[in-house]
């Protein structure tokens, strides 16, 4: 399988993570393993900062992470937002408008404040958040794009997402970015350039790390700009169709410990080569062209 690479970065969601939200003590073993060969690791979501610790938790070390579908860079040693993209409010108030226009019986939600906080309409509805702390329903329209916001989330009762992602593209051309990255008819929606690509390549930039340099694990459509930035690009067993036919390698399911499983064949058929990718803190001071 060639040469270990500089830096591993890999989805959480149906890829990492199972089904139940947990993360098997072979794949904690991987990443341990081939973290402790120099190879750097990186976590790239569409899930908020807020809900990052149970990861952390499992994974026995904080990792550093793209979260919110790139909109954030965020180092957890340090607490630290490294890098931010959000929508601004009067860009969020234009994209809420074109959308109501667009599509019947639309509610939306908000990751604000680097989406440690999240903000939503009354007909909203709430799945795996539900419990968190930092979450309000907002008491006017007005709020839900009083502050900047990392994302904007979208759902419209029963919808097939790559369907409706469509629609919500389509309404948005050259405005903003929109995915989707489960079953459920939820669109995400982020600054337009903003994807776990763009977020990916700053955290690499930072690094000195090359494109070619780095493997890059997922699922769903959200991934499919990282898939395709990187080097080498694996999908797991279970990806969507849009990801199995982009990606160059396909491992097992992420209940089977895809991940772990070709983690464990880079390790076993070659050595590293002395590259190093530098620690979650790196330079907290950097920036490049364009970053926030």
């Known amino acids: 399988m060639g040469r270990l690479p500089r830096l591993v970065a890999t989805d ?18 991987a990443i341990s393993r081939i973290s402790a060969q120099g190879t750097g690791v990186v976590l790239v979501t569409g899930r908020p900062i807020r809900w990052l610790s149970r990861v952390y938790e499992q994974l026995g070390q904080p990792l550093p992470t793209v979260c919110a579908n ?6 957890p040693v340090t607490d630290q937002v490294l890098r931010a993209d959000p929508l601004a409010p009067d860009l969020l108030a234009e994209v809420v408008q074109r959308l109501r226009a667009e599509v019947p019986g639309v509610s939306f939600a908000v990751e604000v404040t680097d989406g440690r ?6 007909d909203y509805p709430l799945r795996w958040d539900r419990d968190y702390p930092d979450i309000r329903m907002i008491e006017s329209p007005a709020d839900l794009h009083a502050l900047p916001a990392v994302k904007l989330l979208a759902r419209a009762g029963g919808q097939d997402p790559d369907v409706f992602v469509k629609v919500v593209a389509g309404a948005l051309a050259g405005l903003a970015e929109a995915t989707h990255s489960s079953y459920s008819g939820l669109i995400e929606i982020s600054a337009a350039g903003v994807t776990k690509a763009a977020g990916l390549a ?4 930072r690094h000195g790390v090359d494109a070619a340099d780095v493997v890059a694990f997922g699922d769903m459509p959200n991934d499919v700009p990282m898939l395709t930035w990187v080097g080498r690009a694996v999908a797991v067993a279970n990806a969507h169709p849009a990801v199995l036919e982009i990606a160059g390698e396909v491992t097992a399911s992420n209940e089977e410990d895809g991940v772990a499983a ?16 530098a620690g979650p803190a790196g330079r907290s001071g950097d920036r490049i062209a364009g970053s926030a």
Request: aromatic share 10%.
């Open 262 to 277: 070709y983690l464990e064949a880079l390790l076993d058929s070659d050595q590293p080569d002395g590259a190093d990718v």
């Open 117 to 122: 906080e999240f903000r939503h309409e009354v």
């Open 202 to 205: 700053w955290y690499c930039t």
């Open 12 to 29: 959480l969601d149906g890829t990492l993570l199972r089904a139940d939200q947990t993360i098997s003590p072979r794949t904690v073993e």
């Open 70 to 75: 790139g909109a954030v860079v965020y180092d």
